[in-house]
């Protein structure tokens, strides 16, 4: 599915009146899909994030991939409105956040053992 600009600022000022940003709410929407088409509606979703930690003090120079993960748990169970899914997961995304130094594929790591 694309969406054209117009239809996306339409999106985004939805997600912005419902206090979450459009990349919460692409992801609320992504989840729910994944929640009613996949084999589980309690699962991580792995993120991508921009991880240039300060390890030296001209890691600013630096060029190279900063790319990690962070594991988002998601639970669309029951019957929950968009906008409380948004905030749902608005929260929870920054949560986890929290937690940045353990990557979304060391979670993965973890559970699988």
């Known amino acids: 599915m694309r ?7 339409t999106f985004a000022r939805y997600a912005t009146a419902h206090g979450a940003t459009a990349s919460v709410a692409m992801t609320a ?5 994944l929640g009613r088409y996949g084999d589980r509606d309690h699962f991580l979703l792995t ?3 921009m991880t240039r930690f300060p390890f030296a003090a001209a ?9 990690g993960t962070s594991a988002l748990e998601v ?10 899914l948004l905030r749902t997961i608005g929260a929870r995304l ?20």
């Open 59 to 67: 890691v600013a120079r630096l060029v190279g991939d900063f790319t």
């Open 47 to 49: 993120l991508t994030t």
């Open 3 to 9: 969406l054209t600009a117009e239809q996306f600022a």
């Open 75 to 84: 639970d669309v169970r029951g019957q929950h409105t968009f906008s409380e």
């Open 94 to 113: 920054f949560d986890d956040m929290d937690h940045a130094a353990v990557s979304g594929v060391e979670v993965a790591r973890m559970l699988a053992r």
């Open 29 to 33: 929407a992504f989840s729910t899909v």
